[in-house]
């Protein structure tokens, strides 16, 4: 336990916060960032801190209680002999018996590990929303550059015609209709690129970036594979479903919370419980009376006539119960999120494999084909704009195909719980 909340105070340090990204940003660099910088996973590290201060304060014992009392002296008549003097001098201690002491610092130490578990499922869930808007930047820069290329195309096409008409090898409607086919490209790179700005925001703000329109490129590419997505994909190669589940119930924090929190809840009941018996008070003193001096040691029980705790013990129950289903709920919940990764990473690599091998390189040959023969003037210009826009669409497909494999990937390492440092 202690040593979870040591591994979630390293991974969160006390350093300035960086108020800017690096003009080329990483995926790694934004996942360190993002812990670094996140309010939530501070605040639930915080709660970790808290919680130690509860267990403190668990540990510790009732403090005693002094008590002196005097009597025998009346200020409207003369000061009595020493005879006539009384004063008592006693200390109380309340005794915890029956086990709660123990039972307090056990469900106190169950609070932090929840807590620190909870941190860790925090990180987890922040890793997450982090891959997938740093992908989905990506994946903008990849269709931008797609619409920009093929812009480029209709451009060198552009300077073709104006060349063929100015030779009498065309008319100038043809070289018009070029020109407002144009537009339908310029607009997708207008298009793209705004949906470049706001994935960058998006990212930005996962980052809890102060400035949400800083201008940064991705390292990364939608093909490159990192340490802790290399790890999740030979992981789910070789186990089997019932294996995959017992292996991600073992280490996923959200599961090991749950878990802890029912024991705590359990703990609690049995506190509940040895709280029906009061807690006695020993006592011990010194008395003066009359002259005479006398130890003083008494006993105080309280009798449980009207109340033996009855009712926290039967909201305990409940919330023990409460607690119980809750961690079988999550532990479905974690069963169905390794079971959706695992398709989607299963589909995902049919889906691109698929890709590649019957459309995209035909694609991009039909369209050099396409512009090799416009260029000789066998072909059209429909028939070249046909081909350009079928291999827009196929590259953007493919595209997308490669940004659910990642995103897959991405939901398959939350879903088994890798982070940096902890394989599967």
Same mark, same amino acid.
């Given at each position: 336990?202690?040593? &979870?909340?040591?591994?979630l105070?390293?991974a969160c ?9 690096? %003009? ?8 360190? &960032? ?9 605040? #639930?590290?915080?709660?970790?801190a ?6 403190v304060? #668990? ?34 201690q ?19 590990? #929840? ?7 925090v990180?987890?869930e922040?890793e ?29 096409v ?7 008409l ?12 070029v020109?407002?086919?144009?537009l339908?490209f ?13 994935a ?26 990192? #340490?802790a997505e %290399? ?6 190669a ?8 017992a ?36 006592? %011990?003193?010194y ?25 926290e ?108 440092g902890?394989?599967?």
């Amino acid at each position: 336990m202690r040593l &979870l909340v040591a591994l979630l105070v390293c991974a969160c340090p006390a350093v300035a916060w960086a108020q800017s990204v690096p %003009a080329e940003l990483s995926l790694r660099q934004a996942l360190e &960032l993002a812990v670094q910088r996140n309010p939530t996973l501070a605040a #639930a590290i915080e709660g970790v801190a808290a919680a130690e201060g509860g267990a403190v304060t #668990a540990r510790q014992r009732p403090n005693p209680a002094l008590t002196f009392e005097t009597a025998g002296r009346s200020f409207l008549s003369p000061a009595p002999s020493p005879d006539q003097h009384e004063f008592l001098f006693r200390v109380d201690q309340e005794l915890e018996i029956g086990g709660r002491r123990k039972l307090r610092i056990q469900a106190a130490e169950q609070g932090v590990a #929840a807590g620190a578990a909870d941190a860790a499922n925090v990180r987890r869930e922040l890793e997450l929303v982090v891959r997938r808007a740093y992908f989905a930047v990506v994946l903008t820069v990849a269709n931008r550059q797609a619409a920009q290329e093929a812009l480029t195309e209709i451009d060198r096409v552009i300077a073709l015609n104006r060349t063929r008409l100015e030779h009498g090898e065309i008319s100038g409607a043809e070289l018009r209709r070029v020109q407002v086919e144009r537009l339908k490209f310029q607009d997708d790179v207008y298009a793209s690129e705004l949906s470049l700005r706001n994935a960058r925001a998006g990212l930005l703000a996962a980052l809890n970036m102060p400035d949400l329109g800083q201008d940064f490129r991705p390292a990364d590419t939608l093909t490159t594979v990192e #340490a802790a997505e %290399a790890a999740a994909l030979a992981a789910a190669a070789p186990l089997t479903r019932a294996a995959m589940l017992a292996s991600t119930l073992s280490q996923r924090p959200d599961v090991q919370a749950a878990r802890v929190t029912a024991q705590q809840a359990d703990t609690a009941t049995r506190l509940q419980r040895a709280l029906r018996v009061p807690f006695p008070t020993i006592g %011990a003193g010194y008395r003066h009376d009359a002259g005479l001096a006398s130890a003083v040691i008494g006993v105080t029980v309280p009798l449980p006539l009207f109340n033996r705790n009855r009712g926290e013990v039967l909201k305990s129950e409940a919330e023990a119960r409460r607690k119980q289903f809750d961690a079988t709920a999550v532990e479905r919940g974690a069963a169905l999120d390794i079971q959706q990764a695992l398709n989607a990473v299963d589909v995902s690599r049919q889906r691109v494999a698929y890709i590649e091998r019957e459309y995209l390189t035909t694609a991009r040959e039909s369209r050099d084909v396409m512009l090799a023969s416009y260029r000789l003037g066998a072909a059209n210009l429909i028939d070249y704009l046909d081909a350009q826009r079928a291999f827009r669409d196929t590259l953007r497909t493919y595209n997308q195909a490669l940004f659910d494999q990642r995103v897959g990937a991405a939901s398959l390492i939350a879903a088994l719980s890798i982070t940096a440092g902890r394989q599967p």
